[in-house]
């Protein structure tokens, strides 16, 4: 299944532009790309879809985009952001990459935004190399994105991989919220501690779905721990 490309723009005409041309590019790079015409729309495809990245107009008639990338990030999804964006003075392109990962002024150069999109990618998943981690009858494969108990095989997100990788390099040991902001969310400032909470119930449940053999413990006033 592609990974989704959200596009989130109030001007219906560029909607459209943005996902025929962007699909001609990234289709047979693994990405399906899908347009939004507002936030709650981008909240529903968030919720139920796995998103690889989003582009994101600061001028929406709804809100400002900055509101919507903190209020993502804050419910824990660690999901890259592009803005796209007729703001191009200096000053709103600094105030935007303090939540973004990049930024693109309108008008824009379809082949240079294609190249934007693949570079955050590549930034994005540098962290993901080949190798193996295990514990006990627990495998995590980073890469894959698959944590093994056993026959069971259950599919992570890149940021449950990344708790799971964090878990697992410190075995015993009781990790704090913030170690966990800093080693698997990307740390940019825009997370509250709320953010962990809700990663790591949404990883707990993934894992109590399938396996009682794996269970991540809250340690008062220390953090959590694998057991």
């Not at 025929?20 to 936030?39: D, K, R, S, W």
């Not at 993901?128 to 994105?145: D, G, P, Q, R, S």
């Amino acid at each position: 299944m592609n990974e989704v490309i959200l596009c989130i723009d109030d001007e219906e005409d560029l909607i459209d532009l943005m996902e025929i041309n962007l699909n001609a590019a990234l289709n047979n790079n693994g990405y399906e790309v899908i347009g939004c015409l507002n936030t709650e729309m981008a909240k529903r495809f968030i919720k139920k879809e796995n998103i690889a990245l989003i582009l994101l107009d600061r001028n929406l008639i709804t809100e400002d985009g900055l509101d919507f990338i903190k209020d993502i990030k804050n419910l824990g999804y660690d999901i890259p952001f592009i803005i796209v964006s007729a703001l191009s003075l200096p000053t709103e392109r600094v105030k935007g990459l303090s939540y973004a990962d990049d930024y693109i002024s309108k008008p824009f150069n379809f082949e240079e935004l294609v190249a934007r999109i693949q570079a955050v990618l590549r930034r994005y998943k540098k962290d993901f190399t080949k190798n193996v981690l295990k514990y006990k009858n627990i495998t995590l494969e980073i890469e894959a994105k698959e944590l093994s108990v056993e026959e069971i095989v259950i599919q992570l997100s890149p940021l449950e991989t990344r708790i799971m990788k964090c878990f697992m390099q410190n075995v015993g040991k009781s990790l704090s919220r913030e170690f966990l902001l800093k080693n698997a969310w990307d740390n940019k400032g825009n997370y509250h501690d709320n953010s962990v909470n809700v990663g790591i119930k949404r990883l707990r449940k993934k894992i109590e779905k399938e396996t009682k053999d794996i269970k991540i413990k809250s340690i008062r006033n220390e953090g959590y721990k694998l057991c």
